[in-house]
């Protein structure tokens, strides 16, 4: 993902003044941009930020829409099935890789209905518990839920997203039992972690950095290669000695298959200068996420390569949904 993120920033000058003229008079009207999950979250908030860079670009409005439900294939349903002229966007995250896996009786297919236009964001997981809980490290909450056996519970932003999938993980390294409570996205889960209702939760770092510096949240671990600088002093699971549990979470957007690729080129452009404006960076580099921006073909061969690996990782894991 960081080679792809490289090339990205290095063909975008050229990407924007290629697609400098509307593309086959696109946009007519406002885009809109739906959003599987609920407000506030992680993929929320990445096409919120983006959003009205994209449309001072396009010289149109960029709205984004809400529908979530279903394991986020309530909106892309809605996406699927809308007409192919760019109008209509789908911004999603891992789900859009590990649904296929999972989900049985969908009435679209996600490797056909979409067209990838860029991946847009690598979003890092916290392992995020309340702070009314006597544990700072994950040793520790470890050794609290263990004596604890089937009395806890832990939330999700819903059943096969990243949270669920590294939860799921997290409890095989560690031996713990704990309930599963899905939620209909990241910011749904939120208030029951800060109550205590639920015991933990991994949450990507856009969505509770903000609740971890207020001192809302505790942080415990990151899942992820490395440390992000929002929050420095968070170890790695790895440093913590779970070094299996590590999944990036990451967002990308989609439009209907068959839109053309003078469309595809023109929204990816709009992306790529919504990117550039320096106080749309500030406020992804404030959170911890990572733009990367990848132009549609390189999109195409990242979601494919994933949806392959996330197939394994269900498989070995024995993940279903509930």
Do not use: C
């Not at 967002?251 to 023109?266: E, I, K, M, Q, S």
């Amino acid at each position: 993902m960081h080679r792809i993120h490289r090339r990205a920033l290095l063909t975008a000058p050229a990407l924007l003044a290629a697609t400098g003229a509307r593309a086959q008079g696109f946009p007519q009207r406002p885009v809109r941009i739906i959003s599987p999950f609920t407000p506030g979250g992680g993929t929320d908030t990445t096409a919120r930020v983006l959003a009205p860079g994209m449309g001072e670009f396009l010289g149109q409005p960029v709205i984004v829409e809400n529908r979530p439900g279903a394991a986020a294939s309530l909106g892309a349903a809605a996406v699927a099935e809308s007409p192919a002229d760019g109008h209509t966007l789908l911004i999603d995250s891992l789900n859009h890789v590990v649904n296929p896996h999972l989900l049985r009786g969908l009435r679209f297919d996600y490797a056909t209905a979409f067209t990838p236009i860029s991946v847009l964001t690598i979003l890092p997981q916290l392992l995020v518990v309340p702070t009314s809980l006597p544990v700072t490290t994950v040793a520790e909450f470890v050794a609290w839920a263990r004596a604890r056996p089937g009395r806890l519970a832990f939330g999700s932003s819903g059943n096969a997203s990243g949270s669920h999938l590294v939860s799921t993980v997290f409890l095989q390294e560690t031996g713990l039992d704990l309930q599963h409570v899905p939620y209909r996205g990241g910011s749904a889960v939120l208030p029951d972690l800060i109550a205590g209702t639920v015991v933990f939760a991994f949450a990507t770092v856009n969505s509770v950095t903000g609740l971890v510096q207020e001192g809302r949240l505790r942080a415990l671990a990151i899942a992820s290669a490395q440390r992000v600088p929002a929050l420095p002093a968070v170890p790695t699971m790895a440093e913590a000695g779970y070094p299996k549990v590590a999944l990036d979470e990451w967002n990308g957007l989609y439009a209907p298959a068959g839109t053309p690729p003078a469309v595809l080129a023109r929204i990816h452009a709009a992306v790529r200068h919504a990117m550039a404006q320096q106080m749309v960076r500030d406020r992804f580099a404030g959170i911890g996420a990572i733009l990367v921006g990848s132009p549609p073909e390189e999109a195409a061969r990242y979601v494919a390569g994933l949806r392959e690996a996330m197939g394994r990782l269900v498989r070995a894991a024995n993940i279903t949904v509930e």
